[in-house]
């Protein structure tokens, strides 16, 4: 079935670099996406890219996406102590219109 | 546009009593999802609707979850009776499904208490 996977915990410094994995089993995704959650917030759509892309930037943003191996990841290039959220990872496998979530995984920035 | 509107933002209930959460989804939209998010489970999805039609309500808990969409506009998740195990933050999210990319919009959710 579909499954959506993430590790559940990543923690930087300010200024580093954070690189958060995700991957998932339904080749038939034409999207997927990557969503910010705040504290106390919804859950807001960072990016998203098309399934025949490689790669796509987005500012201090950077998603790769490797079809054959099913794993997409989120860079953040100079990660800020307002980047602390949890991000989840989201495919859009069989086309009906539901996304599947991965469990979300939380950026601890450090200053 | 607005977003996504919830309401109410917080609601705290006792065991047994009906809760009403209530949910209006960005104009031009033909898709309406509930989801429910708490530490243990994560966030689940407890029923989506395409046109105002109920197309999955797999994850709804149990027979004491209900929701409706009289119209293009509105939507509602009932609980009766509520249980302290219902506790969570329920999100409604919308999305214009079969013209783009499918991406799903966000209320602010509404952060339930059961005591």
């Known amino acids: 079935g579909e499954d959506v996977e993430q590790s559940l915990f990543l923690s930087v410094r300010e200024g580093d670099s954070s690189v958060i994995n995700c991957t998932y089993t339904?080749?038939?995704?034409?999207?997927l996406y990557w969503y910010k959650q705040e504290p106390g917030a919804g859950l807001q759509l960072l990016t998203y890219?098309?399934?025949?892309?490689d790669m796509k930037q987005d500012q201090r943003l950077t998603v790769l996406l490797n079809k054959k191996d099913k794993h997409l990841s989120l860079r953040i290039a100079d990660t800020q102590t307002g980047d602390s959220a949890i991000y989840f990872c989201?495919?859009?496998?069989?086309?009906?219109?539901?996304?599947?979530f991965g469990q979300g995984t939380t950026l601890q920035v450090k200053p | 546009d607005a977003g996504v509107i919830q309401s109410p933002r917080h609601e705290v209930t006792e065991m047994g009593q009906e809760v009403t959460l209530r949910c209006k989804p960005i104009?031009?939209?033909?898709?309406l999802f509930w989801y429910r998010q708490t530490m243990m489970r994560g966030l689940e999805l407890l029923i989506y609707?395409?046109?105002?039609?109920?197309?999955?309500d797999s994850g709804m808990p149990e027979d004491r979850f209900s929701a409706k969409m009289p119209n293009a506009s509105f939507s509602t998740l009932k609980i009766q009776p509520s249980e302290p195990r219902d506790s969570a933050v329920y999100f409604c999210?919308?999305?214009?499904?079969?013209?783009?990319?499918?991406?799903?919009?966000f209320g602010p959710g509404t952060r339930l208490t059961v005591l």
């Open positions: 999210a919308s999305s214009l499904v079969g013209v783009s990319t499918d991406t799903q919009y």
């Open positions: 339904d080749s038939s995704s034409t999207y």
């Open positions: 890219i098309f399934s025949n892309m």
């Open positions: 989201a495919e859009n496998g069989g086309n009906t219109g539901k996304l599947i």
């Open positions: 104009s031009g939209h033909n898709s």
């Open positions: 609707f395409n046109n105002n039609v109920p197309i999955d």
